[in-house]
C-alpha cells in the first residue's frame, strides 16, 4: 500500500523535471533568442536594400516624369510670347537636369 504514494510521488517528479528542464533550457537561450532578433532588426539584407534603391529610383522616374511634362507645358506658354513662363521653363530644365543623374541608365541590349 505503501508503495502507491512512492510510486506516484516519483512519476510526478519526473515528470516535472522534464518541465523544470524546459524552464531553465528557455531562459538561459532567451538572450541568444532576444540578441539575433535585434541583429536581425538591425542589418538589411541585399533583397531588402534592393527593394530599397528600387522603390528610390522608381520615385525619381515618376518626379522626372512630373518635371517633362511642366516643362513641356512651361515651354509652349513660352513660345506663345509668355515672359514668365519661359523663366519657369529655365528653371524646371535645370531641376530636371540635377535629378538625371540620379537615374540609372538601362544599358543597350546586344545583339
Given at each position: 500500500?505503501?508503495?502507491?504514494?512512492?510510486?506516484?510521488?516519483?512519476?510526478?517528479?519526473?515528470?516535472?523535471?522534464?518541465?523544470?528542464?524546459?524552464?531553465?533550457?528557455?531562459?538561459?537561450?532567451a538572450?541568444?533568442?532576444?540578441?539575433?532578433?535585434?541583429?536581425?532588426?538591425?542589418?538589411?539584407?541585399?533583397?531588402?536594400?534592393?527593394?530599397?534603391?528600387?522603390?528610390?529610383?522608381?520615385?525619381?522616374?515618376?518626379?522626372?516624369?512630373?518635371?517633362?511634362?511642366?516643362?513641356?507645358k512651361?515651354?509652349?506658354?513660352?513660345?506663345?510670347?509668355?515672359?514668365?513662363?519661359?523663366?519657369?521653363?529655365?528653371?524646371t530644365?535645370?531641376?530636371?537636369?540635377?535629378?538625371?543623374?540620379?537615374?540609372?541608365?538601362?544599358?543597350?541590349?546586344?545583339?
Amino acid at each position: 500500500m505503501r508503495a502507491l504514494p512512492f510510486l506516484t510521488l516519483a512519476a510526478a517528479g519526473l515528470s516535472l523535471s522534464g518541465c523544470v528542464v524546459g524552464a531553465v533550457a528557455d531562459v538561459v537561450t532567451a538572450p541568444v533568442r532576444v540578441g539575433s532578433k535585434a541583429v536581425d532588426l538591425a542589418t538589411t539584407s541585399q533583397s531588402e536594400a534592393d527593394e530599397k534603391r528600387g522603390r528610390e529610383i522608381r520615385k525619381r522616374e515618376e518626379q522626372l516624369g512630373k518635371l517633362e511634362r511642366r516643362y513641356g507645358k512651361e515651354l509652349r506658354d513660352c513660345q506663345d510670347g509668355d515672359r514668365g513662363a519661359c523663366a519657369k521653363a529655365q528653371l524646371t530644365y535645370r531641376e530636371m537636369q540635377t535629378l538625371t543623374p540620379a537615374i540609372p541608365v538601362e544599358p543597350e541590349p546586344e545583339d
